[in-house]
Nanobody
């Protein structure tokens, strides 16, 4: 059984930072993409960042805009999203996704497994 468990969300003031973590288990593919998406109320889910499990070449969506960094620790089976200079428009539920099946890395439809999400709220 594949499980993705996100943590690290919370409430911060504009300009602050958060680091999200996603611990995964049960993945059988040796090299799959892991990604972070976010979804605000009334908006579509959008890709934030993605990385292949055996690569350190990340992909970023427009939302990352040079403020976010995706990284991974394969020994801990954990993928991180460091978010700096947060703004109120970054407020959303952030989801971890895994087991990329094709298409664009930053499009939700390409992923088979999803976590439950962790809420990020940024106040002005």
């Amino acid at each position: 059984e594949v499980q993705l468990v996100e943590s690290g969300g919370g409430s911060v003031q504009a300009g602050g930072s958060l680091r999200l973590s996603c611990v995964y288990s049960g993945l059988t593919s040796g090299d799959t993409a892991l990604a972070w998406f976010r979804q605000a109320p009334g908006k579509e889910r959008e890709g934030v960042a993605a990385i292949y499990s055996r690569s350190d070449s990340p992909s970023y969506g427009d939302a990352a805009a040079g403020r976010f960094t995706i990284s991974q620790d394969n020994a801990k089976k954990t993928v991180y999203l460091q978010m700096n200079r947060l703004q109120p428009e970054d407020s959303a539920m952030y989801y971890c996704a895994a087991d990329f099946r094709g298409g664009s890395l930053l499009v939700p439809g390409g992923y088979q497994y999803w976590g439950q999400g962790t809420q990020v709220t940024v106040s002005s």
